[in-house]
């Protein structure tokens, strides 16, 4: 340890602002902007849909064996 309590540093340390004052303005205004397509991140996801199972509830599940039962 380092001598100092957890709740010594946080009263040391809780008002202290650690991002810049117009850090959030600036969040916010990206949020507005066109997103940026990464090629290789889509196409990446793109493999990943298609490799992932769909999703099935359990009365999708329950008729589908049925089905195949009854075959």
């Known amino acids: 340890m380092y001598g100092v309590s957890r709740q010594a540093a946080h009263r040391r340390f809780s008002d202290a602002t650690v991002v810049p004052a117009d850090y959030f ?3 916010l205004k990206d949020l507005d ?5 990464v090629p290789a991140l889509a196409q990446a996801a793109t493999r990943l849909e298609r490799a992932r199972p769909s999703p099935l509830s359990n009365a999708q599940k329950t008729s589908k064996m049925r089905k195949q039962n009854r075959k």
Request: net charge negative; aromatic share 0%; proline share 12%.
């Open 25 to 27: 303005d600036e969040l």
């Open 33 to 37: 902007d066109k997103p940026e397509v």
